[in-house]
């Protein structure tokens, strides 16, 4: 499970993981982050994605949140900011 919104006060994209993530649902996301970096077009951001909290994560979500971190960049984010869990 996921959600992702943009924050106006921090002209920042967040993004919140919790529970088990999915390789498709780590593409979902990065459809919807690439909808989302669409409409920051010509505007300074940063992308927060955070998956403190999940217990479990497929082999292959990790690449897909490298993909999102270079869309982003590729976007214009000034900062990308991953929060990982600790083990």
Known sequence: MYLINWNP???CIEASFG???TNGEAEVFLEELREQLAQCQ???FCLVLDYATTKRLDPHVLETFASAREASRI???TKVIFVARDE
Do not use: L, P, V
């Open 42 to 44: 010509g505007r300074e």
């Open 75 to 77: 976007a214009g984010a």
């Open 9 to 11: 006060n921090a002209s």
């Open 19 to 21: 529970g088990c993530i």
